[in-house]
């Protein structure tokens, strides 16, 4: 073989991807948060022009109070903590103690939704729907609504991805084997958490 046809030879030969499979699926996973975080900066701008440019929007604070949601808060920064708790057990090859932190995250978003759906319930009944309200501007139930049901539905979304990935650290073999992906539901969890924080900060405290 000529020193011509060697060279075209490892010219067109493909390069191999740096990315594995698991690689692959914590950037499939980064790529869904992107856009998930620019769907909530798009809600909580809106949000936040609607009620700059408001002249009877209500006070949030005095209107939706923060005895409830600050206990809502508490619950998820707790289930990030366990997270954190069910990935460094399974590094540790104990597969039992991974599973139950990782169904004490599941439990601590499930009292989450049902904690939101009677804080919903509650609102409701004293006048807040999604069209208008007793205390000023209407948009301000418009947008409570939306973006907490949005955050709901996120919360709602990744009770059913923990419950799913406790039954694959079941099934797997190995307990480091479902490590990559415990790893990538924690991701979508801490992420949840976070825009939970920044939903408190921006329509409950400020």
């Known amino acids: ?35 998930d ?16 440019t408001s002249a009877d929007w209500p006070n949030p604070y005095a209107v939706l109070g923060i005895n409830l949601t600050a206990l809502m808060t508490f619950l998820l920064i707790c289930s990030s903590v ?18 139950m932190f990782l169904a004490l995250t599941a439990l601590g978003g499930a009292i989450f939704v049902s904690l939101q759906a009677y804080e ?11 069209n208008g309200n007793p205390w ?8 409570f609504f939306l973006v907490t049901g949005f955050h709901g539905l996120h919360v709602t979304a990744g009770v059913i991805y923990l419950l799913a990935t406790i039954g694959v650290v079941s099934r797997r073999p ?27 900060t921006f329509m409950y405290l400020l």
Not at 37 to 52: D, I, K, N, S
């Open 1 to 35: 073989m000529s020193t011509a046809t060697a060279a075209h030879g490892a010219a067109v030969e493909p390069a191999e991807s740096p990315l594995t499979p698991e690689s692959w699926g914590k950037l499939g996973m980064w790529i869904f948060l992107a856009g």
């Open 37 to 52: 975080a620019v769907g909530f900066g798009t809600l909580l701008a809106g949000y936040g022009a609607m009620r700059a």
């Open 82 to 99: 366990t997270m954190v708790k069910a990935l460094e057990w399974l590094s540790r090859g104990n597969r039992d103690k991974a599973k």
């Open 120 to 130: 919903w319930t509650h609102l409701i009944h004293r006048g807040l729907h999604i």
């Open 136 to 143: 000023g501007a209407s948009l301000f139930g418009t947008s």
């Open 174 to 200: 190995r307990p480091m084997d479902s490590y990559n992906f415990v790893e990538i539901t924690g991701l979508y969890w801490h992420f949840v958490d976070l825009v939970w924080i920044m939903v408190f």
